[in-house]
C-alpha cells in the first residue's frame, strides 16, 4: 500500500510471507551452505519513505532521489530479524546533454538472539559494484570460494554520462565511472571463512542506450582496489536504472 504524502514524497506499507527451500547442495559446496538446508518460512512486515525531485525516473538529468526502508521479520514463522536500508542519487547537468551521477546506498540487517540466514544477506557485485561478478564481493569460504553473503554494506557510484555524437533519437550515449564499496559481517565464521571490511574501488566506461524497452546499459570496468579473494567480471550488462 503506497499513498503521497506531498507531491514528490510516497510513503509505502507492506506485507510478505514467502518459503525458501535449500536442497540438492552438493558435497563439494561451502559446510556453511551445507548447514543451511531445509525449508524456511518468513514473515515480514516493512515499510519505506522515498522522495523523488528527478525530472525523469527512467532517464533523469536533473533532480535527486532518496528512499529510506525499515523491514522486521518475526510475525510467525522462522526469521526474526531488522533489516535497514538507505539509497539516495543526485544528477547534476553539467553541459548539454552531459549529466553527472552520483549514487550511494548502504544497509545493515541483525538477527533477533538469531544468525541471519544466507538467503536474507546482502550481496554485492555485478550491477551494485562494477568490475566485479554477482556477489563476487564480501564474505567468502575461501575452501570452495562460495560466496556466503554479509549483513552490512555500502556502496557509491559517480558516473558522467555524454553524447557520443550519434542522431539524438536513437537515444545512445557514452559514459565513464567509477564504483566503491564494501560487503562484510557474515555470521558465518570459522578458519576458512575471509570477512574483511575492506573498500573496494574500479572503474570503466560504457555505452547506454534509453530503448523502447527501458534503458539498457553495457559497461566494461576494471578493479582497481580488491581482494585476493574477490570474483572480478570486466564486462556488465544491464537493464533498467539501477534505482
Known amino acids: 500500500m503506497s499513498y503521497a504524502l506531498q507531491e514528490k514524497l510516497q510513503h509505502s506499507l507492506y506485507y510478505t510471507i514467502h518459503q525458501n527451500t535449500i536442497s540438492n547442495v552438493p558435497e563439494t559446496a561451502s559446510i556453511y551452505i551445507q548447514e543451511q538446508t531445509g525449508t524456511f518460512l518468513t514473515s ?81 557485485g555485478g550491477d551494485s559494484l562494477r568490475g566485479f561478478e554477482n556477489a563476487g564481493v564480501g564474505p567468502r569460504d575461501t575452501s570452495t570460494l562460495d560466496a556466503l553473503g554479509g549483513n552490512e554494506y ?63 546499459r553495457i559497461y566494461y570496468a576494471y578493479p582497481i582496489m580488491k581482494q585476493p579473494e574477490d570474483r572480478t567480471q570486466a564486462i556488465n550488462f544491464s537493464f533498467g536504472t539501477r534505482f
Not at 80 to 98: D, M, N, Q, R, T
Open 44 to 124: 515480514a512486515v516493512g515499510q519505506s519513505l522515498a522522495y523523488d525531485q528527478r525530472d525523469n525516473k527512467n532517464n533523469p538529468t536533473k533532480g535527486y532521489f532518496l528512499s529510506v526502508s525499515q523491514e522486521v521479520a518475526g510475525l510467525g514463522g522462522d526469521d526474526k530479524y531488522l533489516k535497514h536500508e538507505v539509497k539516495g542519487s543526485y544528477y547534476i547537468p553539467v553541459a548539454p546533454k552531459w549529466t553527472m551521477t552520483v549514487l550511494g546506498s548502504a544497509g545493515y540487517i541483525f538477527g533477533f538472539n538469531q544468525d541471519i540466514r544466507i538467503t536474507n544477506r546482502f550481496f554485492l
Open 154 to 216: 555500502y556502496a557509491g557510484t559517480a558516473e558522467l554520462k555524454f553524447p557520443i555524437g550519434l542522431p539524438e533519437e536513437l537515444g545512445v550515449s557514452g559514459a565513464v565511472f567509477s564504483d566503491a564499496g564494501s560487503l562484510w559481517h557474515s555470521d558465518d565464521t570459522g578458519p576458512t571463512v575471509f570477512d574483511k571490511n575492506a573498500l573496494r574501488l574500479s572503474a570503466g566506461t560504457g555505452i547506454l542506450w534509453s530503448s523502447p524497452f527501458g534503458p539498457i
